[in-house]
């Protein structure tokens, strides 16, 4: 199902954004390939996220917001075409959580966006700070900058509500396409993450409290 599913996104129209690759022979590639063996591995997830013994938990925590920003721009790609200005005006979470978006460039005050405005902006914001060696460095030797945390705090905690809205805007579209599971293993490695190392408020959590049925965890 999941083949099916990235064919529809690179089938699209919009331009599909190109995966942040780590350099091979780089410590963060290392870092990456040692992440990705464990996590199938089918050890359980809790275990997963856990910060290896010697390793920094800045290259960590890159290696980790680089890899869900991939994983999750390829989420809402699938389920994109069911989130449109007609169905998602406001870019929300239930009737309860509404996000507004800023940027300290065109959008300097909180603005309501539409969901599918909302996500392209979040995405390139994304981008442009990953791709910045200013924040997150690539070079060896080159150390973090100290907002590094916070940059990733806030790059995590905008990833997070794409789950709070794909989840309860677009869960029935989800199963339709056959991607609960993936989604459901991708959002829970996410929380657990995002847990393990307090990166995002336990307010900002809140929406999925209640997980939909068969989240099963």
């Known amino acids: 199902a999941m083949a099916l599913c990235l064919k529809q996104v690179f089938n699209k129209d919009k331009t599909f954004r190109p995966r942040k690759k780590f350099e091979p022979g780089t410590q963060r590639f290392e870092l990456y390939k040692k992440a990705q063996a464990s996590l199938k591995s089918g050890l359980d997830l809790k275990a997963v996220v856990q910060l290896p013994p010697g390793e920094s938990i800045n290259d960590w925590i890159a290696v980790h917001v680089v890899d869900f920003f991939n994983r999750i721009n390829l989420i809402y790609g699938t389920m994109s075409e069911y989130c449109t200005e007609k169905s998602c005006p406001i870019m929300s979470g239930g009737l309860k959580y509404e996000y507004r978006w800023q940027d ?7 603005t309501k966006l539409s969901a599918p405005q909302y996500m392209c902006m979040l995405m390139d914001w994304i981008e442009m700070l990953i791709n910045n060696e200013d924040i997150f460095p690539t070079r060896i030797g080159v150390p973090f900058p100290k907002q590094f945390q916070q940059v990733c705090t806030k790059i995590l905690t905008r990833l997070f509500r794409v789950f709070v809205h794909v989840y309860i805007h677009h869960f029935d579209s989800i199963i339709n396409m056959g991607a609960e599971a993936h989604v459901n293993t991708c959002y829970k490695h996410f929380y657990y993450f995002i847990r393990e190392f307090s990166l995002v408020d336990h307010r900002e ?5 209640r997980m939909p049925q068969g989240w099963g965890g």
């Open 104 to 110: 300290d460039s065109k959008y300097k005050k909180p």
């Open 205 to 209: 959590l809140e929406p999925l409290v």
